[in-house]
């Protein structure tokens, strides 16, 4: 089952490989396989997420708003 976490970061992800593609700064200087990387990864795009839905959510509400 899908957590509100993993959907963020699944919609952060796409995001982030959608449009700017960028990375979590700290990811620059791990190897691929340190743990930390995944972690710092997840949690940024996390974060992304997190944006990308607040928006969506604030476009959908200005939306609603002017519907007569």
């Known amino acids: 089952m899908l957590t509100d976490y993993d959907f963020e970061v699944a919609v952060g992800a796409a995001a982030q490989d959608a449009v700017w593609k960028t990375q979590h700064p700290l990811t620059?200087?791990?190897a691929e396989d340190d743990p930390r990387r995944t972690k710092y990864l997840?949690?940024?795009q996390s974060s992304v997420g997190r944006q990308v839905l607040a928006a969506i959510?604030?476009?959908t509400t200005i939306d609603l708003c002017r519907r007569p």
């Open 42 to 44: 997840r949690e940024y």
């Open 28 to 30: 620059h200087h791990l």
């Open 57 to 59: 959510a604030r476009l």
